[in-house]
């Protein structure tokens, strides 16, 4: 049963993930491969802030939240100089010095040690100290997070998005400031990217920098894609499959460690074939 | 100290120059981001590291073995993954995320076969250096210094003289007319994933003579030449080779001051201030 409980926490924590970078990548056309790095400044922010200044979590989260966003802007506003595959080189680097600094500001961030001991969270009275608990805290902020990338998807805002990725220059010719509306997406990106981060330092209780590597990035860029790209359930659907999938080689008996390799290889395989056979993804609309 | 920081710069300057070789070759000809480049390094360098010590095989002769299969195999990949986007005239994000996967793929089973133990290929006590104005060097790295350089002067000849070396280039130009004055432009492509390939390779093997490796020096490995060749102007093949010593330089002289474990972020300042100020220091536009 625990098993479960911890599956699912974990969907919900990937669903979150996948659904905040599909929209800067399926729906703005950015290529953003630097989303584990916002996932690893969210957990840490979420760390430092409960453990050293014991926020409580209702004050936690949003702060969190806003500073992984505002993190996000500063560092793609340099990027966002950049189009299409420059961007993805640009986001791809930051991931890797996102880690750097994780892994050698050792006063600030326990260096490879990383922060241990993050308490999960308690709400007024309410405490999440129980898998099923935590799990339904993380199902509601998934839940949550599906009805407000509905709703943002089919707004004025969304439709921008898509307009850029069509045509910035025709949208830029209608009067839309593009450069602001991609700021924007990458915001909002980084936001629920930290609330992300925040669930799931709260969950394992402990993060590293080994957490927050570029595979996590291309992990999660891979549950985009498989899902599908501008796609809501596309996203739900290829996050839950990709962390549930694997798990069946557990039930298998096979060692850790092969698992885990076998698990990167199946995503990678997956990848290429998606590609190749069917690239608008499972569930997605924006074939080539 | 300062003689021995430019020889350490020199040093690591011809391996990035390596890397950045492939990379820029691939994207000049091939029109996109080859993200496994990092991949193939680690590979080569693995391969190498088992045909001479496991196999005991004479270095040279395991160097260019290797070599030879990590080419053949990424040619491999190329006909199963990146032909058929050619023929469908994919958009340049396609090869990135396919390169992506391949790249995932090829870092788990080097993992796998390999455990994430640290290797080495040297054995026994360290080789004394010779001295050289007062800095250390060692038989090894000026192993690594002849034959870099001296594989980027043949390959830059290769490509100036011979006739495929000249069809790669005319492809590069303008694929269009290349097909109209009748360039087999398919098998350009072939030769030159071939040679960029090759290039990584060469650079894995070699960089395993002066350091151990172990199976996350891909993705690093990939950042420098991605820096190096854009410091250079990304397609340009002689920026790549003054890219990847500048990267170097910069690198060594900054590790100096600060601690080494900053090494990769410091890459990626470098791109970033880059792309603020001046998108390439040679020439080509980074913006289009």
């Known amino acids: 049963m625990d098993l479960i409980y911890h599956l699912l926490t974990m969907s919900g924590i990937y669903v979150i993930l996948t659904l905040s970078l599909n929209l800067t990548v399926g729906y703005a056309g950015l290529f953003n491969l630097g989303q584990g790095a916002f996932f690893g400044i969210g957990a840490y922010t979420a760390a430092l802030l409960s453990i050293k200044l014991g926020f409580p979590f209702l004050i936690e989260i949003p702060t969190t939240a806003l500073v992984t966003g505002l993190l996000g802007m500063i560092i793609g506003v340099p990027a966002l100089r950049l189009s299409g595959d420059y961007l993805a080189l640009a986001t791809f680097g930051l991931g890797v010095i996102v880690y750097t600094i994780l892994n050698n500001w050792i006063s600030f961030t326990g260096g490879p040690m990383g922060i241990p001991g993050i308490p999960r969270p308690t709400i007024f009275t309410l405490s999440f100290n129980s898998s099923a608990s935590y799990m339904l805290l993380v199902t509601v902020f998934a839940l949550l997070i599906i009805v407000f990338m509905n709703r943002l998807t089919r707004s004025a805002f969304g439709r921008v998005l898509l307009a850029i990725r069509e045509d910035e220059t025709a949208t830029l010719a209608i009067g839309k400031n593009t450069s602001k509306f991609k700021i924007l997406a990458f915001l909002v990106c980084a936001f629920i990217a930290g609330i992300a981060g925040s669930l799931y330092a709260h969950y394992i209780s402990f993060v590293d920098p080994s957490s927050f590597t570029t595979a996590e990035s291309f992990l999660i860029f891979s549950m985009v894609v498989f899902g599908g790209m501008e796609s809501i359930p596309g996203s739900i659907l290829g996050a839950t499959t990709l962390i549930l999938f694997p798990e069946s080689l557990r039930l298998l008996g096979i060692p850790t460690f092969y698992a885990a390799q076998i698990r990167k290889m199946l995503y990678g395989l997956l990848l290429v074939i998606i590609i190749l056979k069917r690239p608008q993804g499972l569930w997605g609309k924006y074939p080539f | ?288």
């Open chain 2, 1 to 288: 100290m300062i003689i021995q920081v430019l020889v350490n710069g020199i040093i690591s300057g011809s391996i990035y120059s390596l890397i950045a070789f492939g990379f820029t070759l691939i994207y000049g000809v091939m029109n996109f981001f080859n993200m496994a480049h990092g991949a193939v390094y680690l590979l080569g360098a693995y391969l190498g590291y088992a045909l001479c010590v496991k196999l005991n095989i004479y270095f040279p002769i395991a160097a260019a073995l290797a070599t030879a299969i990590v080419a053949t195999l990424m040619l491999l990949i190329d006909n199963i993954a990146f032909r058929p986007l050619r023929t469908k005239k994919a958009p340049g994000w396609a090869f990135i995320i396919i390169s992506i996967g391949i790249a995932t793929l090829l870092e788990a089973c080097v993992t796998m076969v390999f455990s994430s133990d640290v290797r080495s290929l040297t054995k026994g006590p360290i080789q004394p250096g010779y001295e050289f104005l007062g800095a250390i060097i060692t038989r090894n790295q000026l192993i690594i210094l002849i034959a870099a350089v001296s594989i980027m002067v043949l390959l830059t000849f290769f490509l100036n003289k011979t006739k495929i070396g000249k069809a790669m280039r005319g492809t590069a130009d303008n694929p269009e007319m290349a097909i109209v004055v009748g360039i087999p432009v398919d098998k350009v492509y072939r030769v030159t994933f071939f040679f960029g390939s090759a290039l990584a390779a060469i650079a894995g093997i070699l960089v395993s003579l002066d350091t151990d490796i172990d199976p996350n020096i891909g993705n690093p490995a990939l950042l420098k030449g991605i820096v190096a060749s854009i410091l250079g102007g990304i397609g340009n093949i002689s920026g790549a080779f003054w890219g990847g010593f500048l990267l170097a330089m910069i690198e060594n002289f900054a590790v100096w001051i600060i601690p080494g474990g900053w090494k990769d972020g410091i890459s990626l300042v470098v791109l970033i201030l880059f792309i603020m100020i001046r998108p390439s220091l040679f020439g080509i536009e980074i913006e289009k």
